[in-house]
C-alpha cells in the first residue's frame, strides 16, 4: 500500500512562487516515476509534470519554463517548484505514482489571485 502526502499549496499573488511537496511512503521510491497533476471544477485532471526514477523529466506546455520537478530519494518525496505564477494556474495539485493501480496524495489547493 502507497501513501502519498502533498502539502505546500495555498494563496500567492500572480508573479509569485509556491514550492509543492509529496511524501511518500514505500521503500521503493527511487525506482518509481512520479507525476503532478492539477484539476479545476468540471475539467479533467491534467498531467503537469513528471520525473522519472533515472532524471527523466516531462512538462506541459502550459508550465514549461516555470515549474520545475525535483525528487530527493533519501527522503521519499517529489518536489514541484511554481515561479512566475499565473491565475489559470489555480487549481488543485495531486501528486500521482502509478503501478499496478494509480495511487493519489490527497491534493493541495493553489489560489493565485491579486
Known amino acids: 500500500q502507497v501513501q502519498l502526502v502533498e502539502s505546500g499549496g495555498g494563496l500567492v499573488r500572480p508573479g509569485g512562487s509556491l514550492r509543492l511537496s509529496c511524501a511518500a511512503s514505500?521503500?521503493?521510491?527511487?525506482?518509481?516515476?512520479m507525476g503532478w497533476y492539477r484539476q479545476t471544477p468540471g475539467k479533467q485532471r491534467e498531467l503537469i509534470t513528471n520525473?522519472?526514477?533515472?532524471?527523466?523529466?516531462y512538462y506541459a506546455d502550459s508550465v514549461k519554463g516555470r515549474f520545475t520537478i525535483s525528487r530527493d530519494n533519501a527522503r521519499n518525496t517529489v518536489y514541484l517548484q511554481m515561479d512566475s505564477l499565473k491565475p489559470e494556474d489555480t487549481a488543485v495539485y495531486y501528486c500521482?505514482?502509478?503501478?499496478?493501480?494509480?495511487?493519489w496524495g490527497q491534493g493541495t489547493q493553489v489560489t493565485v489571485s491579486s
Open positions: 500521482n505514482v502509478q503501478l499496478v493501480v494509480n495511487y
Open positions: 514505500g521503500s521503493d521510491f527511487s525506482i518509481w516515476t
Open positions: 520525473i522519472s526514477p533515472r532524471g527523466r523529466t
